[in-house]
């Protein structure tokens, strides 16, 4: 079969797109709809639902209209090219609907480019309508407002939370509740929006529902897709295993039959002589000479026989057993409490591994605000956010509470997480100083034992700020200054080690 170009196929709708106004375009119209770009490539199962509510599934060259919605499947993802140039890319689990994209040549005004993802992961490269009107491009999630700068952008949402990375240009992200941000086009100014510039390296976008303000995090790779290994499960108890039934006996049951033979016992008897008899010839037989009488030889009396005394056994002599050294008693020392400081993780279900994260709604009870994140966990405190620090002590060492980490590393272009181990951890505070020192093992099969070292500042709000070390590191000290938590990452040969702790004393 011979493929024609996407740009000669597409050619004439440009034409005829740049000759026609905005309104005629608009998203919502089944009739008519536009058709604003195509299908390049396609993995797996998605499938395309109209603006009348029409479904149909997506194979390579399937034209896309404005008001389309684009499904994928748990494997799918789907390329999409538009008219202007423009790419984007659909990940898997994701929905995406085309609102609006049109472009007039005689009044810019009516250029409208506008995407609404309700779920899952998409990649956005700004095309030629996109560049020249930038100030009318948009992207909405159910809790954010993206403004585009002629960006190439990530953008993850799981209808709770928004994360939004940049690789080129900048994007503009505000609280979609704002007033006016909901229908408008391009970036919304309301004074809670947040800039997110190609420059700022190692930084990404993080807004929640719960939160006012977007917030800059550390920066973790969105079009990663998690592979789940096998780790080392909890001890816990296991159920009893229910009793089965053999269905050959219930058919053929046992003793239906009797027994035909008794056991019997052999008996030996014996006889003793009680006397001795003397025959005596009869009278009819020959008579025989008479014989000398003997003399009468007295008769010797019996002398009893002695019962014989059995010999008991000589009893052996048992080797004497030596005494044993009593063994000390081993004091095991459980994990400190933690409860003033909490993290809630960004997903519904826990990740392998993970053993410390909550939800936000476990989280946020006690009155305990968020203080910090890393974009895959959000730290929340008792007490209010601008409270001090409350400590009269110079200096205090803390115990590992509970961490969770995990390795992030490439595989022929996939990025793949896997789960690692964290002991040996240690932490101390020197308030006098305002300053803290920590050091932890994390260990994986695929790279052994790699040590994570942070040290930085303690501010008068008790947040945690590293300036050296192996690793960065950031987080908060309850406002007692009895417990501790923060998160660090660290690049090493075989990928990106990350984590979160919680400490106490």
Request: aromatic share 4%.
């Amino acid at each position: 079969m011979i493929t024609v170009p996407l740009f000669l196929r597409l050619a004439p709708l440009a034409a005829l797109l740049l000759a026609l106004t905005g309104p005629a375009h608009s998203a919502g119209a089944p009739d008519g709809a536009a058709m604003v770009g195509e299908a390049t490539l396609v993995i797996g199962v998605a499938k395309v639902i109209s603006a009348d509510g029409v479904e149909r599934s997506v194979d390579r060259g399937t034209a896309i209209r404005v008001g389309d919605r684009i499904e994928t499947g748990a494997g799918g993802h789907v390329h999409l090219r538009f008219v202007d140039g423009a790419r984007l890319s659909v990940r898997p689990a994701s929905r995406l609907q085309v609102e609006n994209y049109s472009r007039a040549s005689d009044a810019s005004a009516l250029t409208a480019i506008k995407f609404r993802l309700d779920e899952g992961v998409v990649r956005s490269i700004t095309g030629a309508w996109g560049e020249a009107e930038r100030d009318r491009f948009r992207l909405n999630t159910p809790v954010a407002a993206i403004g585009v700068k002629g960006t190439d952008f990530v953008v993850k949402s799981d209808g709770e939370t928004t994360l939004a990375s940049v690789y080129a240009g900048a994007i503009m992200l505000t609280p979609i509740a704002g007033v006016g941000c909901q229908t408008s086009f391009g970036p919304c100014l309301n004074g809670s929006e947040k800039l997110l510039s190609e420059d700022m390296k190692g930084q990404m976008l993080s807004l929640s529902r719960l939160q006012a303000t977007p917030q800059l995090v550390p920066a973790v790779d969105l079009l990663a897709q998690r592979v789940v290994r096998p780790v080392m499960a909890e001890v816990g108890p296991r159920p009893d295993l229910a009793v089965k039934i053999d269905p050959v006996q219930i058919g053929n049951p046992v003793g239906s039959r009797t027994e035909t033979a008794v056991d019997k016992t052999v008996v030996s008897e014996s006889r003793a002589v009680d006397m001795v008899a003397v025959q005596v010839a009869s009278a009819a037989q020959v008579t025989q000479p008479a014989r000398p009488v003997q003399p009468v030889v007295p008769v010797q009396p019996v002398v009893p026989v002695q019962p014989v005394v059995p010999v008991q056994p000589v009893q052996p002599v048992l080797p004497v057993q030596p005494v044993l050294p009593v063994e000390p008693i081993q004091l095991v020392l459980l994990p400190p409490e933690v409860n003033q400081l909490m993290w809630a993780r960004l997903v519904a279900v826990a990740a392998d591994g993970d053993t410390i994260s909550r939800s936000f709604a476990q989280s946020m009870q006690n009155g305990r605000q968020s203080v910090i994140g890393n974009g895959a966990f959000t730290l929340f405190r008792e007490g209010a956010s601008t409270a001090l620090l409350a400590n009269a002590e110079t200096s205090a060492n803390f115990r590992l509470a509970g961490a969770t980490a995990s390795l992030v590393w490439s595989d022929r272009g996939s990025n793949v997480v896997e789960p690692a181990r964290v002991d040996n951890g240690t932490f101390s505070v020197d308030f006098s100083r305002s300053t803290y020192t920590t050091q932890l093992n994390v260990s994986n099969a695929r790279f052994g034992v790699d040590s994570v070292a942070s040290n930085g500042v303690v501010t008068a709000g008790g947040m945690l700020q590293s300036t050296g070390g192996s690793a960065g590191s950031a987080g908060a000290l309850s406002l007692d200054g009895k417990e501790a938590a923060y998160f660090f990452v660290k690049s090493i040969a075989a990928g990106q080690l990350n984590g979160i702790t919680l400490w106490g004393r």
